[in-house]
């Protein structure tokens, strides 16, 4: 695989400094692209969240929107990938022994891709339970794609793996409905659709958007509201969506209140 990184293109492994604070304590922030026709898709949807992103943990970007679309599409046509993902890194970068982050810190860029099969909306559906984690709707990580906060999101899909199912719902602090552990959640009750709402401590996620406005477009009823797991249970219909999968349906679900 050929990766960009600082501004090159490279083959090697040796990419990351030993005292990079993104791979140390997760201090740093990604973006992941659908890429289709050798494309990657919402580039500047992505983008834009990621620098909301940087602006809230307060880390200056060494590129710009438009140097990082130009590498995005370099590293794509350098790999010649047709159908698959992207992923961009942005790290604080190398800096001293210590949590506080120092005044001056140059930027780790990395961006990688990886070949796939499914195209979006093309996923088979599946199941879900309900994770004993909780994703915590208060911390500014839960809004974005943090690097160290998304060790729940890997504990809790073990979690459900490891009993039979496919993925885990997470509940917030207060039980309410926040996501899956990679993708936002819709439910349709008696012809209405219901999505969390922001403040519930989910990542507003760009095919999120994109279910939003298609659903408004037919014509159908769709909600932003704190979802329980009362309303799962009254659900006809509940489907998954993220980036790379688009909308994917859910057979079912086990509703085991933790």
Known sequence: MIFWVNGELREDTSAIAINDR???????????????????????????????????????????????????????????????????????????????????????????????????????????????????????????????????????????????????????TKGHIACTSSANIFLNIEDIWYTPQKEDGILSGIYRGIAIKKLKVDKQIILERSLSLSDLEKAGKVLISNSLIGLRKVYSVNITKN
């Not at 602006?55 to 698959?84: F, H, M, T, V």
């Not at 800096?95 to 195209?119: D, E, F, M, Y």
């Open 22 to 172: 993104g791979f140390l304590l997760g201090d740093g922030i990604f973006e992941t692209f659908y890429v289709e026709n050798g494309l990657a898709c919402e580039v500047t949807e992505h983008l834009d969240r990621l620098y909301q992103g940087l602006n809230i943990l307060d880390i200056a970007c060494s590129y710009s929107k438009q140097e990082l679309a130009e590498a995005i599409q370099s590293c794509l046509k350098r790999n010649k990938l047709e159908i698959g993902s992207l992923r961009l890194t942005v790290s604080r970068g190398i800096g001293p022994r210590g949590l506080l982050p120092p005044t001056n810190c140059q930027n780790t860029v990395l961006i990688t891709c990886v070949a796939g099969s499914i195209k979006r909306n093309e996923f088979p559906p599946i199941s879900l339970t309900i994770s004993r984690i909780r994703r915590n709707e208060t911390s500014p990580t839960s809004r974005f794609k943090t690097i160290g906060g998304y060790l729940d999101n890997v504990l809790a899909l073990k979690e459900a793996k490891d009993a039979g199912f496919d993925d885990a719902i997470l509940l917030n």
